[in-house]
């Protein structure tokens, strides 16, 4: 497996597969032909039938600025080797001296075909839960430890911002109101949730509410196009950052517990990536939003000091009651209904913990099992309920429109 690094990424969403990948294909093509006059960028499956809502065109254009590009939406080509396709052509002189097609696999990470993987090497010889779990328990060593171990002492300083670019972002988004972009008129609605205070609140209520306030705010500042950490993605980024932040408010957690609890979460999102994906456009939205559940009921787990069985035990459950779920952005914009997605996977991995904290014992799905599961069910899944807007509830909302417009007229 890679770095913790390739994992935890720090820009600017709405998505890290629709964006930041994107940008970081453009980024490299260009500076691979400064000469160019013009690019052409063609985009393809996911990126095609959602990229405007993703703003990926103005991501790329920006990209490739001062240099003129022009970007072709094909929505009709559905034979692409992955569904996040993208062709980079370079001239000068009206002639094409270059090509690149890309593979925006995930997370902000991408493929070139034809070329070796241009990312970091493997740091981690292990590539199961089992074999981790098997290490860690031979050598007496919890999962943050394995980490540090593997990894070494950049890690701590780069999990450090993170966490901080995480509150920073919670922060950001707790204090902003008014309405997202993309023509939804979708409102903030993070502030109004973490101020709705009451005197005879319950503690469940309360915690309930400010998780929700939390993962809203991350993930309005997403669909805002603001600075985010993909937890493992842009479109799930409020999840992991909602459920660590609570609890360090709640029970006064340092930062350094924290980054030994990003630490844990992150070995379960690498393990995912690594046999899965993390993909909407690939698996659908159980890779996305069933993931980040993982990792912070993991994480959450580290925070508690659970034992490694039990900590196996909350990312499984997290993940298993995701299984099936669809990625269907109305309009493709990662608004509806991926923000309230998020702040119910952060509340599903406190409960996963809390299971997990009494009937670890009893369990007969493994973690691994249930990646190779979601891994399969995002295969079978058809192809309008990944990450295309063309069906689910984008479909039926888009339908819904048009039949108002037409009574109207």
Known sequence: MKSLKELYRIGRGPSSSHTMGPVKAASLFAEENPSADFFEVTL???????????????AVKET???????????????????????????????????FMRVYSVGGGMIQVEGRPDIDTPDVYPENTFKEI??????????????????????????????WQCMKHTIAEGLAATGELPGGLHVERKAQYLFNQRHIDESEATRENRLVC?????????????????????????????????YSQQKKGFSDEQIIRALATGGIIGNLIKTNATISGAASGCQAEIGSACSMAAAALGELYEMGIDQIEYAAEIAMEHHLGLTCDPIHGLVQIPCIERNAVAAMRAINALSLANFLSGSRKISFDMVVETMYETGRDLAYQY????????????????????????
Do not use: W
């Not at 000068?92 to 270059?98: D, Y």
């Open 386 to 409: 990944r990450e295309t807007s063309e069906g689910g509830l984008a479909k039926l909302y888009t339908k819904k429109k048009m039949s108002i417009k037409r009574q109207i007229l």
């Open 64 to 98: 490739l600025d001062p240099t003129p590009c022009h970007i072709v939406f094909d929505e009709e080509n559905e034979s692409m080797p992955h569904p996040n396709t993208m062709d980079l052509a370079a001239f000068k002189n009206n002639e094409q001296i270059a």
């Open 133 to 162: 779990a098997t290490f860690c328990k031979e050598h007496n060593m919890r999962i943050s430890d394995y980490c540090f171990m593997r990894e070494g002492p950049e890690i701590e300083k780069h999990l450090s911002k993170v």
């Open 44 to 58: 393809y499956g996911s990126l095609a039938l959602t990229g405007k809502g993703h703003q990926t065109d103005r």
């Open 213 to 245: 306030a939390f993962a809203y705010a991350a993930s309005e500042q997403n669909a805002d196009a603001g600075i985010v950490v993909t937890a493992p993605t842009c479109g799930a980024c409020g999840v992991v950052p909602a459920a660590l932040y």
